[in-house]
């Protein structure tokens, strides 16, 4: 075999046995020739095939090899000229290489980490949405029912049935159409707040206040499919596991109470949305309203309505004495009043506006509309007694 170097003293083992044979070995121009000094012995290890004991050192003062190609067979190699003229003809035996293997896998799972970040950013899901998509839907409502008993508590329901009625329709024409199979429930509260809430399970407080604000079906309308995207995006339950923890959450959904749990309305409103939250939800609104014929400069000229009484309301907050001096009520009031829970922007309501106009038809005739903004002229309890309990 031809050599392009001087041989070198070594002792070779056929893994077999504990005698062992002395060799020489030189480094061929693809691999390792070995050949026993008593001739018995010829072999030649390609380079790749090589693996060493320990990674090669500048400072390394032997080697012992052995070859993917003859298992159970290793060289010794003494002496320093021997691994500094291997290390670089089979650099993966070196230490650099040695540390690359190790750090190759956490390389690549960083790489794939990236990639999955990048990929649900990308498709919007984030791990809280995942696990709140995982809730079952039994679990949601109680979320829902209590996040409803905390924000509304001691206020009656409206239930002046043709109004019931005309919310019924209007509430089915846009939840239809959202493709989720998610069935809306609506529920209208005696409360001069001008505000509405989506809440876990699929669920959506909306008040008197804003009913009597509203001057056309279509306002309202664009305001309920902008909660319903609230409620298709999962931005309730994601918002109260995040602020409660899993842990609060689940005690809840299994009949616990605490005074955390018992505040989850007000937590739910306190936390209000970000902007990306209220994009989607307006993204979400934009398309049930498209798919169900109902026009969106209904919600676009109440952002606008909004937007024009914040100045009233910002100054209103300003002349107000202070907590000591206020109910309850008028505390819990003001915080989830839809100017602190919901800014629109003119942004926002501009972006509404200039979207692509469509065929449409009213929200509600004119009949159900007025039956509609009637609804709170009959109430009943928030929580109906049980039925056991009503027959008494």
């Not at 320093?80 to 650099?96: E, S």
Request: charged share 25%.
């Amino acid at each position: 075999m031809h050599s392009d170097a001087a041989s070198h003293y070594a002792r070779l083992s056929d893994g077999k046995s504990a005698a062992a044979r002395d060799c020489r070995v030189r480094l061929d121009l693809s691999g390792l020739e070995i050949v026993s000094d008593d001739g018995a012995v010829r072999m030649r290890w390609p380079y790749e095939s090589l693996r060493a004991n320990e990674p090669l050192r500048p400072q390394s003062i032997d080697v012992l090899l052995s070859s993917t190609d003859a298992p159970g067979v290793t060289v010794f190699v003494p002496g320093t000229q021997f691994p500094n003229a291997l290390a670089p003809r089979a650099p993966q035996l070196t230490r650099h290489a040695e540390r690359w293997r190790h750090a190759k896998p956490w390389v690549i799972g960083a790489a794939v980490l990236a990639g999955l970040a990048v990929l649900i950013h990308t498709a919007g899901w984030t791990p809280l949405r995942t696990i709140a998509n995982l809730l079952p839907q039994s679990w949601r409502e109680r979320l829902g029912d209590a996040a409803i008993e905390s924000m509304a508590e001691n206020r009656q329901r409206c239930v002046n049935p043709v109004g019931a009625a005309a919310l019924d329709q209007l509430t089915q024409r846009l939840s239809s159409v959202s493709g989720t199979g998610q069935d809306f429930k609506v529920l209208i509260v005696d409360w001069d707040l001008f505000n509405a809430f989506a809440v876990p399970g699929n669920k959506i407080i909306m008040t008197k206040g804003l009913i009597e604000k509203a001057d056309s079906p279509d306002e309202v309308a664009g305001v309920l499919a902008h909660e319903m995207g609230h409620g298709i995006a999962l931005h309730p339950e994601t918002g109260i596991i995040r602020a409660i923890g899993m842990s609060a959450a689940v005690e809840l959904m299994m009949g616990g109470s605490g005074g955390t749990l018992a505040n989850l309305g007000l937590i739910l409103a306190q936390l209000g949305y970000t902007r990306a939250a209220e994009r989607e939800a307006d993204d979400q609104a934009l398309v049930l309203l498209r798919k169900s014929g109902i026009s969106q400069q209904g919600l676009a000229n109440f952002f606008r309505r909004v937007l024009s009484e914040e100045g009233k309301y910002a100054n209103d907050d300003q002349n107000t004495n202070g907590g000591k001096s206020q109910e309850k009520d008028d505390r819990l009031a003001r915080t989830l009043d839809m100017f602190s829970t919901h800014p629109p922007t003119e942004e926002r309501a501009e972006r509404i506006r200039m979207s692509a106009s469509y065929p449409s038809t009213p929200a509600l005739s004119a009949e159900d509309w007025r039956a509609f903004k009637a609804i709170c002229a009959t109430t009943a309890p928030l929580t109906p007694p049980a039925e056991d309990e009503a027959k008494r």
